[in-house]
């Protein structure tokens, strides 16, 4: 199955869509393994995979993202 779907057309893996569009040099392809709870757990790798310069300094509960943060709502403490 793909897993992105871009302008009507599906990509089996990022680098199927870097290649034909340029677009996601920096993403990160892997399960997130979320919970129900939707927080990411340490083993994901959406951990420390985030983007440092979008400029927002805590998560939804106040915890300060690490450099580079989780991807999410939620900063994952204690890394991959």
Known sequence: GAVVRFAGVDY???VALEAAHGLEVHGVEGGARLSRKSRVPPPS???GSGD???GIPTDFDGTPYRDPPTIGAFEVQGGR
Request: net charge neutral; hydrophobic share 45%.
């Open 12 to 14: 089996p893996t990022l």
């Open 52 to 54: 440092p310069n979008v």
């Open 45 to 47: 790798s959406a951990v």
